[in-house]
């Protein structure tokens, strides 16, 4: 029988299709007006619809963004990943912890894709697409902060539990263990170089979604995780 991660692989290579159909049939093409009827609409939805154009620049910088990360960025260190000798026991952990990951992700994103539009009163494609590239970024690379460890998935719908986010932490502590210290201080060099230059190509504004002040430290830890989690 097909394995959950299988399921969930599957789902997210037909996204990825669509998104990449979007940004062919958008090259070259400007992106259309919203149709705004007051006669069909009601007030608030009307109000909602005219206010929908303010995202069109929003989704421009994001697809450049996104296009930069996985035309530069992620190519520049795949080699790097894909050379890593990684011991037997922090291999385990990390497809543990790849698992549980993938199967939160699926989990949230169907969740608020369904009430984003519906919050949005249906008639604000473009703040919807824009909502949608930022969640999108969390399937071509991890974030194991963002989508696990955050403690505002305790009141976020859909909520995670207090033992869930204790069971979390608990495997992210011990796969951050199973780390021998040459090759911590490795990928330490390496994830600040990525740091560095995922910074560069976010200048114009693409902010992480579900984060806020993290000490260096955790944020460093959670970085040497997601490129370790990270397996394309």
């Not at 299709?17 to 009601?42: K, R, V």
């Not at 693409?206 to 000490?215: E, Q, S, V």
Request: charged share 25%; glycine share 2%.
């Amino acid at each position: 029988m097909p394995s959950v991660i299988y399921y969930i692989m599957k789902s997210i290579f037909k996204l990825l299709i669509l998104f990449n159909f979007f940004l062919e049939e958008s090259y070259g093409q400007e992106i259309a007006s919203n149709t705004c009827d007051s006669t069909i609409l009601t007030k608030k939805e009307y109000e909602k619809c005219i206010s929908d154009t303010a995202w069109t620049a929003d989704i421009i910088i994001k697809t450049n963004y996104i296009i930069k990360f996985k035309t530069f960025l992620l190519p520049k260190y795949r080699l790097i990943r894909r050379d890593l000798n990684i011991p037997a026991t922090l291999q385990k952990s990390l497809q543990q912890l790849k698992l549980i990951y993938d199967t939160v992700l699926s989990k949230k994103l169907s969740v608020f894709q369904i009430e984003m539009d519906r919050n949005q009163k249906y008639v604000q494609p473009k703040a919807y697409i824009s909502s949608l590239l930022s969640l999108q970024v969390f399937k071509f690379y991890p974030d194991i902060y963002a989508i696990l460890l955050n403690e505002i998935h305790l009141d976020l719908r859909p909520k995670s539990t207090s033992e869930e986010q204790y069971l979390y932490k608990q495997i992210f502590d011990n796969t951050l263990k199973s780390i021998p210290v040459e090759l911590y201080q490795k990928l330490s060099k390496i994830t600040n170089e990525l740091s560095i230059d995922n910074s560069k190509l976010s200048l114009q504004g693409f902010p992480k979604l579900f984060h806020g002040l993290i000490p260096d430290n955790y944020r460093s830890q959670c970085d040497i995780i997601n490129f370790l989690l990270w397996t394309e």
